[in-house]
């Protein structure tokens, strides 16, 4: 793959940092605007979880999609039209008449949505080197809880001054002025591999990368791992506002101010964790997520037994360091061990599971707050997932044959 100019790389770096915070803008908006929507269409907590998890269910099922397209095509076009149709989707949100109008609106937006991770990895692949590509995949990846800590003190006032769908069609205007700017300043690479010498003379197409990848274990250990740790993720994302409002008293601008701390401490552990790992746990990547899930189980357990808002939040963040940890090298591991041409779609692989937890947290928290009329058992729900973490992590095999074959 052809090196660009150091310049041409911080700039594509930085522009795909500013679209991951804008995609998790969009995405918290939702969470944040519960309270009025639920008013406005007299809705149950059910009802609400199933609003959150159709957006995860469309965006779990672009993962792979996504990842191949950007594999086969480079990552620039990839990028750019999930950009415009997530930020059309969010504006069309506004647009929601009813529970069934506002679930279908949120499945598109989340297929919209569903492409950008594998391409945003697979761009950062394109335009660094290999051994820069897991510190700089965890470094990107930390802009999805920068995005998160952001998203409350925008959307809050946002909500507050236009109400929940004016709101929805400022932020949907926004990205699609973004996207204009993304294809003005990054460079088209062409396809991945086009230009690259293979050891045969063969096309790197004919070398059938999925089917290597679904059958290589260690991505379905990442996979669950993630899967696990991401219940934790969207669930604590998608329920923490109306815990707050409901379980523990407060407002809309409280919440707005309390929120977004605890993403700071998932937002440094992110963006070191890709160092971390290759430093620290090279080869020995299974124990850190062993104790990255652990600890995070008991802190979330800790957060749940808090008996003041201060230690509640204090908690919330440690939770959202350690799990921040396993995101991190969940995704920075297949990057540093896949070819270039399976790097999209081993991180749509991988991704998918996380993504599923999107779709399967938010709905199971809802069914058990509506079941039981407090937030208990969920927590209990959440701490067991960090267990199903930890026990696939330690089954991980290092000595396994690596992704990316050896060729003679």
Not at 257 to 270: E, S
Not at 336 to 344: F, N, Y
Request: net charge positive.
């Amino acid at each position: 793959m052809t090196e660009l100019p150091r310049k041409t790389s911080v700039i594509a770096f930085v522009l795909l940092y500013v679209a991951y915070c804008i995609s998790y803008v969009d995405r918290a908006a939702i969470s944040l605007a519960l309270a009025q929507i639920g008013k406005d269409f007299n809705l149950q907590a059910a009802d609400l979880g199933i609003v959150i998890s159709a957006f995860f269910l469309g965006y779990a099922a672009m993962q792979v999609p996504g990842g191949w397209l950007s594999d086969r095509f480079g990552s620039k076009y990839v990028v750019i039209i999930t950009i415009v149709m997530w930020s059309l989707f969010t504006a069309f949100t506004s647009l929601a008449w009813s529970l069934t109008s506002l679930i279908a609106i949120r499945f598109m937006f989340g297929i919209a949505e569903g492409g950008f991770p594998p391409a945003s990895i697979r761009a950062v692949a394109e335009v660094f080197k290999k051994d820069s590509r897991p510190k700089m995949s965890a470094l990107l990846l930390s802009s999805n809880y920068a995005g998160s800590m952001i998203a409350p003190l925008i959307m809050a006032p946002l909500i507050l001054w236009l109400g929940w769908r004016h709101a929805f069609n400022a932020i949907g205007i926004a990205g699609i002025v973004f996207a204009v700017a993304y294809f003005v300043f990054v460079p088209y690479l062409g396809r991945p591999g086009a230009n690259d010498p293979t050891p045969s003379g063969t096309k790197a197409e004919n070398r059938a990368p999925m089917r290597e990848l679904m059958k290589n274990p260690l991505l379905w250990q990442l996979m669950v791992v993630w899967f696990g740790l991401s219940c934790v993720n969207k669930g604590l994302d998608s329920w923490m506002p109306l815990y707050l409002l409901q379980q523990r008293g407060l407002d809309l601008k409280t919440v707005g101010i309390v929120a977004p701390i605890p993403f700071v401490m998932a937002t440094i552990a992110t963006a070191i964790g890709g160092w971390v790992m290759t430093t620290f746990f090279a080869e020995r990547e299974k124990y850190l997520l062993i104790g990255a899930s652990a600890l995070t189980g008991i802190f979330l357990y800790a957060m749940y037994k808090a008996e003041t808002i201060a230690m509640l939040i204090t908690y919330q963040s440690v939770v959202y360091f350690f799990k921040s940890f396993v995101l991190a090298s969940v995704v920075a591991l297949p990057t540093k061990l896949l070819r270039d041409d399976q790097i999209g779609s081993g991180i749509g692989m991988v991704n998918l599971g996380g993504q599923s937890a999107g779709f399967v947290a938010p709905v199971a928290i809802g069914f058990i707050v509506t079941g039981t009329g407090s937030f208990d058992a969920a927590f209990g729900f959440l701490v067991a997932m960090t267990a199903l973490s930890a026990v696939v992590a330690a089954t991980i095999n290092r000595a396994e044959p690596k992704l990316t074959p050896q060729t003679a």
